[in-house]
């Protein structure tokens, strides 16, 4: 987003103990999710993000970050339990480079794509994005 100001939902927020309460309160699996989306909020990231985006009934990404001719897909993984699981996680990372790739294939050819979540929606940028970047957290 270029200069001037700031829509009212990107306006600077803090995150406060209450918040911070309240993700911890919440399932294993949308916690992390909840913390990540957070900081990828553009007051402090930078980008213009949108969280959660869906596209004819399948979620996208967990955070979809647009910047410039850049889209960053970002999926993050949560496990209960504090034992390591290489398994786990090296099953995890592959099911979500397929998903990643499958979208990003979508989001090059397919037009008009309408993005929405459960706050607002949006017509992806698709001739704008040159780049297409995929992390898993």
């Known amino acids: 987003m270029s200069g001037g100001r700031l829509p009212k939902w990107m306006k600077m927020k803090k995150i406060t103990d209450k918040a911070l309460w309240r993700i911890k309160k919440r399932p ?3 916690r992390s999710e909840d913390f990540v989306n957070y900081f990828l909020e553009p007051w402090f990231s930078g980008y213009w993000t949108f969280a959660n985006p869906k596209y004819k009934g399948g979620e996208i990404a967990d955070s ?13 993984k949560e496990r209960k339990g504090i034992k390591s699981n290489i398994d786990w996680a090296k099953h995890r990372i592959a099911e979500d480079k397929a998903k990643i790739l499958n ?4 989001l ?3 037009e008009p794509i309408i993005l ?3 706050y ?3 017509e992806f940028p698709r001739r704008e994005i040159n780049n297409y970047y ?3 957290i």
């Not at 647009?66 to 993050?76: K, M, S, Y």
């Not at 979208?103 to 979508?106: D, L, Q």
């Open 108 to 110: 090059k050819t397919e």
């Open 28 to 30: 294993v699996g949308y």
């Open 116 to 118: 929405k979540n459960n």
């Open 103 to 106: 979208w990003v294939e979508i």
């Open 120 to 122: 607002r929606e949006i």
């Open 134 to 136: 995929g992390l898993i």
């Open 64 to 76: 979809l970050l647009l910047w410039g001719d850049v889209a960053f897909l970002v999926e993050v």
